[in-house]
Structures are given as structure tokens and as C-alpha cells.
């Protein structure tokens, strides 16, 4: 069956340093995949998307990468300030539109 | 960025009753809409894929007859949880895309739903 890890349940890092997430899967080829930010209580708030014909995305603080062969995605977040604290969410998308989300890592970046 | 709303933010009721979650796409119009579950420290579960004018699709194990679901619009979906239980009480996020599927969805706020 379908199965999406996320690295860790948490992770805590020094305010500053880079925090790499992982997304790794299994049994699933999708045609993208989405990395999403949830605070407590909201609903997701779409960050990247990536499609499986793409190596790496950049959006300002944020660095994605795809590796279809390793079935892996890795989430970097560069200069972590305490504001990036919150759950992030991977998410793999087929052609039909549907995603599958991982359970999420919960980042705490301390001052 | 495109706003999604959900109404209301929470709701308690007793068991038995049926309670109504809508989701509007403010600014844009909603080709498909999603319903998510999401039970505390656990991920969004997707229930159902709606298309405007057509029926639900559900996800395998969710019961189509208790989780009713209506897109009557490009604009609105509604989720009716019906003879609410307690085990139904959870955090229900419904999301909207304009378009193809490589466009983002776009999530609501999210409903916490209790049942007494």
C-alpha cells in the first residue's frame, strides 16, 4: 500500500541555521508533490510544488527537491527564524488531482 | 493569495443531531473541492473529491449516506454530517482548486466539530 514518511515527528534547531525536512515514499509515482505549513488549529497553507520532472524549486527562504529515483523530497527552510515554527505537511499529487498527505514533522526554531 | 472561508470555525452538538459545514471560495471560482478529516497529531485524511455539478467521490471506508456532500456551485460546497456520534468529532478542513490539478488547493480555516 501507499505509504509517505516524514522524517520525524519534531525537530528543534537554532534560530539561523537551515532546517532540512525529508519526505520519503513508497508504493506511489506521483506527477508532483506539495509542501504545505499548519499552524495549530488552521488549515494547511501551500508553500511549493514540484513536479516529477523537476530537480529543485526555490521560493525566497525555501528550497525543495525531488528524487523520483530515491522517492524522496527534501524541505529546506535557510536563515530558520523562530516565526518558521510550525507542523509542515508533504503532500503527493497524482494526475487525478488527489493528494496524499504525510502525518507532518512539527519544527521549533528557538532563538 | 486565494481565500477560502469555512463556516462556522466550531460547532457542539449532541449525538443524533445532523450539523452542516460550509466552504466558499471568496475570489475565485472552484472547479473541484476537497474534504479533509484531521484527528489531533495525525494527518488530513481525505474524505471526499467533489466536482461542481456532479456527485462525490469518496474515499474508501467513508460512508457516502452519513458524510453528505453537495457542490451546488463554483463558489460553494457544503459537508452534512448526519446523526452525529461522538467518534464523528474531529477537525473537518475542506480546500478548493481553480483548474487543472497541478494548480495549489487552497485550504479553509478548518471546523472543529465536538459531539456531546
Known amino acids: 500500500s501507499q505509504k509517505i514518511e516524514q522524517n520525524s515527528e519534531a525537530l528543534n534547531i537554532q534560530e539561523g541555521k537551515t532546517a532540512t525536512l525529508t519526505c520519503n515514499y513508497t508504493?506511489?509515482?506521483?506527477?508532483?508533490l506539495q509542501w504545505y505549513r499548519q499552524d495549530p488549529g488552521r488549515g494547511p497553507v501551500f508553500l511549493l510544488l514540484?513536479?516529477?520532472?523537476?530537480k529543485e524549486k526555490r521560493k525566497e527562504r525555501l528550497k525543495v527537491t525531488f528524487d523520483t529515483t530515491l522517492k524522496q523530497s527534501l524541505f529546506h527552510i535557510t536563515a530558520s527564524q523562530p516565526a518558521d515554527s510550525a507542523t509542515y505537511l508533504c503532500?503527493?499529487?497524482?494526475?487525478?488531482?488527489?493528494?496524499?498527505f504525510g502525518d507532518g514533522t512539527t519544527l521549533t526554531v528557538k532563538p | 493569495g486565494a481565500v477560502v472561508s469555512q463556516h462556522p470555525s466550531w460547532v457542539i452538538c449532541k449525538s443524533g443531531t445532523s450539523v452542516k459545514i460550509e466552504c466558499r471560495s471568496l475570489?475565485?471560482?472552484?472547479?473541484?473541492m476537497f474534504w479533509y478529516r484531521q484527528f489531533p497529531k495525525q494527518s488530513l485524511m481525505l474524505m471526499a473529491t467533489?466536482?461542481?455539478?456532479?456527485?462525490?467521490?469518496?474515499e474508501q471506508g467513508v460512508e457516502k449516506d452519513k458524510f453528505l456532500i453537495n457542490h451546488a456551485s463554483l463558489t460553494l460546497s457544503t459537508l452534512t454530517v448526519t446523526s452525529a456520534h461522538p467518534e464523528d468529532s474531529s477537525f473537518y478542513i475542506c480546500?478548493?482548486?481553480?483548474?487543472?490539478?497541478?494548480?495549489?488547493?487552497?485550504f479553509g480555516p478548518g471546523t472543529r466539530l465536538t459531539v456531546l
Open positions: 467533489s466536482n461542481e455539478g456532479s456527485k462525490a467521490t469518496y
Open positions: 480546500s478548493a482548486r481553480e483548474g487543472t490539478s497541478y494548480n495549489e488547493q487552497f
Open positions: 503532500a503527493l499529487g497524482a494526475n487525478a488531482g488527489k493528494s496524499t
Open positions: 508504493n506511489y509515482s506521483p506527477a508532483y
Open positions: 514540484i513536479r516529477e520532472n523537476e
Open positions: 475570489d475565485f471560482q472552484a472547479t473541484t
